[in-house]
Each structure stands twice: as structure tokens, then as C-alpha cells.
């Protein structure tokens, strides 16, 4: 049972346009949602997070929108620049002393010069 | 601060053989998991400890023994490898929830592939 889900396996943007990655979950008890940036070789990296009191979440290029009614969150990068190539993985978290994070499978991202 | 770091990066196993992966953090950090990725399976998780001495299961368990002797190491074990073993393995560590609300910081992975 795939808890959060990203349905695509890929995305190919031209620089300066924007990047839109989706993200869909099916636990209403997730609370928190985070998402993370990985390059070949190297650990995944914390990009933004996001509370499930807030509908949205913004950091320089980057922001993400949640919509608890659809069970369904979004990364925007405006504007993508070639240093955004990289697999980024959308996680989930319910509030508990745990702070187990349920991961989807990533989307791989790739910006064009 | 080192941050997340992984000892080794590389090892090529046999079916059958044991190996201990070792995984350390400068950061005083409460929480530490394990993760193996796969691909077109995200990543998940094995084990996890919510403090020295601590550990609990994952969604993946299976084949593993963990052990949290001291706050800042986290070893991952596998008595006796598969080849459905072979994976990228991922340690990561964060405060507990509250104080970095979920953060996890991950090291750079340990590539293992067991023939």
C-alpha cells in the first residue's frame, strides 16, 4: 500500500520555466510534508516542508502548495535552472514521537539549457 | 560538523556472507533511521532508533539487526546477505519531532551488492 505517491517518473523543463512536481497521499493523518533533492551519488537534501495548517509554503524559487482536500501537494520552481536536474522525493509525516517520514518514489527532473 | 557520514561507500558481498554498515553524526541529534532505495521504490525504511539504546522495526526489516550503542552511531547489520539485499543504503538522523519538525539529514549512502 503506496502512502504517498508520486505518479511521475520524470519531468523535462526548458531553463527560466517553471517546474511543477505532484505529490498525492492517502493518510488523512499526515500532518507534515517535506520535500527532499537528491543528485547521482550523494544522499538525498532537505528543500522545503510544509504544515498541514498552512496551504502553502514559499522559499526563494521554490514553493510548495498543499491541498488537504484532494490529499495532494505540489513543488513550483520558477525559474528552473540546470543545477535543479536531480531526483526529488515528496515525504509525509504524522505527528508522532517516531518521526518516521513515508517517502514517495521520486520524480526525476530534468532542466534543459 | 561532518553532518551524516557512512562508512564504507562501496562492498560487494556474497550470498551468505555478514557485513556491518556504519553510520555516524556530529550533530547531537536524538533520532537516527536507516533506509535502503531502490529503484522506482523511493525510499524505506528498515530501522530506526528514537534514542541511545533504542531501536524499532520499519517497513522493511526483514534480514537486518540494528544496534545504537552510543548516541552518535547507528550500525546497520546483515548476518547472512541476499541478493535481494542489493540496494543503496541510506542513514539519516534528526532532533526529535518538535524541535526540527521531521527534518531528516541523510549521509551520502553506501552502494552494496551482494552476487
Known amino acids: 500500500d503506496q502512502q504517498v505517491k508520486q505518479n511521475s517518473p520524470s519531468l523535462s523543463v526548458q531553463e527560466g520555466r517553471i517546474s511543477i512536481l505532484n505529490c498525492d497521499y492517502t493518510?488523512?493523518?499526515?500532518?507534515?510534508f517535506l520535500w527532499y533533492k537528491k543528485y547521482p551519488a550523494e544522499g538525498p537534501t532537505f528543500l522545503i516542508s510544509?504544515?498541514?495548517?498552512?496551504d502553502k509554503n514559499e522559499d526563494g524559487r521554490f514553493t510548495v502548495f498543499l491541498n488537504k482536500s484532494a490529499k495532494h501537494l505540489s513543488l513550483h520552481i520558477v525559474p528552473s535552472q540546470p543545477g535543479d536536474s536531480a531526483v526529488y522525493f515528496c515525504?509525509?509525516?504524522?505527528?508522532?514521537?517516531?518521526?518516521?517520514?513515508?517517502f514517495g518514489q521520486g520524480t526525476t527532473l530534468q532542466v534543459k539549457p | 560538523n561532518a553532518g551524516v557520514t557512512q562508512t564504507p561507500k562501496f562492498r560487494v558481498l556474497k550470498t551468505g556472507q555478514s557485513m556491518t554498515l556504519l553510520c555516524a553524526q556530529d550533530?547531537?541529534?536524538?533520532?537516527m533511521y536507516w533506509y535502503r532505495q531502490d529503484p522506482g521504490m523511493g525510499l524505506r525504511l528498515i530501522h530506526y532508533?528514537?534514542?541511545?539504546?533504542?531501536?524499532a522495526k520499519g517497513e522493511v526489516p526483514d534480514g537486518y539487526n540494528v544496534s545504537r550503542l552510543k548516541k552518535q552511531n547507528f550500525l546497520l547489520g546483515l548476518e547472512s546477505a541476499a541478493p535481494s539485499q542489493t540496494s543503496v543504503y541510506f542513514c539519516?538522523?534528526?532532533?526529535?519531532?518538535?524541535?526540527?519538525?521531521?527534518?531528516?539529514?541523510f549521509g551520502p549512502g553506501t552502494r552494496l551488492t551482494v552476487t
Open positions: 493518510n488523512s493523518m499526515f500532518d507534515y
Open positions: 539519516a538522523s534528526s532532533y526529535a519531532p518538535g524541535r526540527g519538525a521531521y527534518e531528516q539529514y
Open positions: 515525504a509525509a509525516s504524522a505527528t508522532s514521537n517516531t518521526g518516521k517520514l513515508i
Open positions: 510544509i504544515s498541514s495548517i498552512k
Open positions: 550533530m547531537n541529534h536524538e533520532y
Open positions: 532508533s528514537v534514542g541511545e539504546g533504542t531501536t
